[in-house]
């Protein structure tokens, strides 16, 4: 019998119910022991939607309270002193970890958070000490989860982050210079202690996790894995039977890890992404190794094709037989929203398009079926399912002639600013007439609870739209009277007219649909309702030009437009999977690029086009795939933005450090401003601007956003010391690493405000 199985659920609930449960702990307002219970009760729930739906092997440790890496980093006791020496809580010392502490003399910043893989979703990442020590908790979550759903009669497979990931997705702690795979021998011993307990405890059967096998890797991490593995399977009957589970990548280049791994029970790849790996990976199995064949997607909300998907499961059968053979998701499904059956507006057309997690939990067990017992066994959902693909495909909506023949006329010269850099810069130091070091935000302010009743009441119709409108104004004013008080040097609007920065835009365009409970976790307790691109992308009216016109109109000092760009659009909504991306991104870019000249000539002369997606974009590997991405990504950005005036200011954002090896495309993008994060990583990053002689203006960020801590003026003034041994006093912008929406409106004004204090100590020394 071919078994199916979930590599991981969401763990938020049908309602968010996770994220009201964290935020009401947080404030004070829900126990500890209601928190745990809610947490309890949203597993079992999990569990019982993929029992309920057939599902065999279904997934246990999943479930995190912020995040899963950051449950294994206190699971192993991987908690720097800085947290550990004020013997919290378990679970407070985790949350002070995941987001930071300020409370009762703890001041504590949290670990810096990091994109997990190229997806929107973000992990805690590791932190060693060089003389790093490892010990299992007292009552390991793994363990005490499968237990749990044991009680509530349900064998589960424990999900466990396996050693060689843990490690090289981490980073050793700042001051220290560790090596975290070199750690690998003292965790190992932690890892046999886990496995064992979970065995002794019914674990027949171990997800293990080892998604960096998709990367080029280092030699010495790759060497890690077969020292790693013949010691995890050496536990023969004392341990359970582990899978070891990749995704979101092939893992071709890395088969010479392969014969390390092939004595463990199975191996999980992902045939969504790269179905060519099958035939190459089947002659890489062990002799009685099995198969997970990842054909259901755990990253997007389309309808499996059955059709195709049992194509590719039968022929792995025909190799190995059905024994051999298991259905799985693609990867976990924690990128997906908890359930279809909460969407009741959806047009019932492009409804039956989309299966959302609970209804991919279907979509396994009937493609195991179907292989087990053949497709008359199924044959009306097969049916049904044949139907639905056939319906997208000849739907009007995903077609949109007039789209396609304004991009027949793209032309290269479309992508370029009329003049370089230095004339550009020449006419804005006269327009703008800015100080030195001069400080601004990201875009967004507090996103408060009564904008979003007020949002949420006009949603519901509660309020009129000329209501609302007059709130959003009453909002602007409040935020540019605010911006007067801090003295900043160029203001923003606050976006407080918007949902989400990609939601917001993908509502006002044509080609797209939204939903209403579609949330997907992408950090801790936020979410996101990513709007789904359906068809061809194009822009009926202006987006922005209203909020951005008025704000400028009431504020004496310059006002900066604020557009999410194409790829970050493309990227933070469901893409379509029957285009090319590279051509919704010219769709999107399009769009924004009359946004982008309709904002100019309503006198908007700074306008800041974010694109914190970009790097997440990049294919995992190096090659031609990447090279590809960045140009059609470059361009994207570029078309969007090169229609203005020399005059006319571009600015773009990033909210992510890592861009060392990325450095050749943000260079590319010919903004002439970049506000980057920085805070939490080394000063010494900024290198590379300097190496690479970067001509252009830059914000490193001076102070984390994530967490409600403020920074003191002298925190701010010696981050700003550091950048200043790298980049030149003309060239640096001041500014947080991104924008507040998160937070709220106390610790951010003593937060810019000590930052404003910051910068004029600078002014002041360099003038
Ligand atoms: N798409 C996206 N990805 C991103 C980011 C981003 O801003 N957007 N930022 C980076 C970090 N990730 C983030 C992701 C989410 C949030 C965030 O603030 N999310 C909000 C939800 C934002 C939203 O869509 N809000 C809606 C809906 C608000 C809501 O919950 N409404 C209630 C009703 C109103 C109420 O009483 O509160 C409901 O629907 O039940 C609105 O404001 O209109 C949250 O989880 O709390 C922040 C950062 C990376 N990825
Ligand atoms: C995740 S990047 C956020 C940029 C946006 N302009 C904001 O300030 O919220
Ligand atoms: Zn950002």
Redesign the pocket.
């Known amino acids: 019998m071919v078994q199916s199985s979930i590599l991981g659920f969401p763990r938020m609930g049908r309602l ?1 119910d996770l ?1 009201k449960a964290c935020e009401a702990y947080w404030g004070g307002k829900l126990s500890q022991e209601d928190l745990l219970k809610e947490g309890k009760r949203l597993r079992l729930e999990h569990w019982k939607i993929q029992k309920d739906a057939g599902v065999d092997i279904i997934p246990s440790n999943d479930f995190a309270f912020y995040d899963h890496v950051l449950d294994h980093i206190q699971m192993f006791n991987v908690i720097p002193e800085r947290y550990s020496k004020h013997k919290l809580d378990p679970i407070d010392e985790y949350f002070a970890m995941g987001r930071g502490h300020q409370k009762n003399g703890v001041d504590v910043s949290a670990l810096e958070m990091v994109k997990w893989f190229d997806s ?1 979703y ?1 992990y805690v990442k590791p932190t060693f000490q060089d003389n790093q020590t490892f010990k299992l908790a007292s009552n390991p979550k793994a363990v005490a989860e499968f237990k749990e759903a044991k009680e509530a009669g349900i064998t589960t497979r424990p999900v466990v982050l396996g050693p060689v990931s843990f490690l090289a997705l981490g980073k050793a702690d700042r001051g220290q210079s560790v090596e975290p795979i070199s750690l690998l021998d003292k965790v190992l011993p932690v890892y046999e202690e886990l496995l064992q307990a979970l065995k002794a405890a019914g674990a027949e059967t171990v997800q293990i996790d080892e998604p960096v096998l998709v990367f080029d890797l280092l030699p010495k991490v790759k060497d890690a894995f077969k020292p790693a593995y013949q010691k995890l399977s050496a536990l023969d009957a004392k341990g359970p039977q582990l899978v070891l589970a990749t995704y979101f990548g092939d893992i071709i280049h890395n088969f010479d890890v392969i014969p390390a791994l092939q004595s463990l029970y199975a191996l999980h790849v992902d045939l969504v992404r790269h179905p060519e790996q099958l035939e190459s990976v089947i002659q890489q199995l062990g002799p009685k190794q099995i198969l997970s064949a990842g054909v259901v997607d755990g990253r997007n909300i389309w309808k499996t094709n059955f059709k195709k998907a049992i194509e590719v499961v039968e022929s792995a059968i025909q190799k190995l037989g059905k024994d051999r053979v298991i259905v799985a998701t693609s990867s976990s499904l924690v990128h997906t929203p908890h359930t279809l059956a909460s969407e009741k507006q959806l047009p019932e057309e492009v409804k039956d398009w989309f299966s959302f997690a609970s209804e991919k939990a279907g979509e396994v067990t009937v493609i195991a079926k179907a292989v087990t017992d053949g497709p008359a066994s199924v044959r009306e959902q097969l049916e049904s399912n044949a139907k639905s693909m056939q319906a997208r495909a000849s739907s009007k909506r995903t077609n949109d002639p007039q789209v396609k023949d304004r991009q027949s006329k793209v032309t290269s010269a479309m992508h370029d600013r009329k003049s370089p850099f230095p004339q550009r810069y020449a006419q804005q130091k006269e327009k703008l007439n800015l100080p030195l070091f001069p400080t601004t935000t990201i875009g967004s302010f507090p ?1 408060t ?1 009564e ?3 007020q ?2 009441k006009f949603t519901k119709g509660e309020i009129t739209a000329k209501e609302y409108e007059a709130f959003i104004e009453k909002e602007i004013q409040d935020v540019v009277k605010i911006q007067d008080e801090l003295d900043l040097d160029v203001y923003v609007h606050g976006e407080p007219e918007r ?5 917001y835009f993908g509502e006002r365009l044509e080609g797209y649909v939204f939903t209403t409970h579609a949330w997907v976790q ?2 801790g ?6 709007p789904i691109i359906v068809g061809d992308i194009s822009r009926p009216a202006p987006m922005t030009v209203k909020e951005s016109k008025y704000a400028a109109s009431i504020s004496k000092k310059p006002m900066k437009g604020m557009l999410t760009g194409p790829i970050t659009c493309l990227r ?1 909504s469901f893409p379509r999977d029957d285009v090319h991306q590279s051509i919704q991104a010219q769709q999107l870019a399009l769009a924004l690029r009359d946004e982008v000249v309709d904002l100019e000539a309503a006198g908007i002369f700074v306008i800041q086009v974010d694109e ?1 997606a970009l790097r997440e974009g990049l294919p995992l590997r190096a090659g031609r795939e990447r090279e590809n991405y960045l140009s059609w990504a470059v361009d994207s950005f570029k078309l969007s933005t090169a229609g203005v005036q020399d005059s006319t200011q571009i600015h773009s954002h990033f ?1 992510y450090s890592e861009f060392q090896d990325f450095f050749h495309a943000i260079a590319a993008l010919d903004a002439d401003v970049l506000s980057i994060e920085n805070s939490k990583s080394d000063a010494k990053l900024l290198r590379v601007f300097v190496d690479q002689a970067y001509p252009r203006h830059i914000g490193p960020g001076v102070y984390d956003i994530h967490s409600p801590r403020v920074p003191s003026e002298e925190e701010i003034k010696g981050r700003i010391e550091e950048m200043l041994q790298y980049l030149k006093p003309d060239q640096l912008w001041i500014n947080p690493d ?2 507040l ?2 937070r709220q409106w106390k610790e951010t004004k003593a937060a810019l405000g000590n930052m404003v204090n910051a910068a004029k100590y600078f002014r002041g020394k360099h003038t």
């Open positions: 968010r994220k929107n973000h996103q609870s904008i979003r009743v949002r949420n949902n989400d920065m990609v939601q992408s950090y307790s936020r979410c996101v309702r990513p933070w914190p909210c991104c924008g929406k998160t």
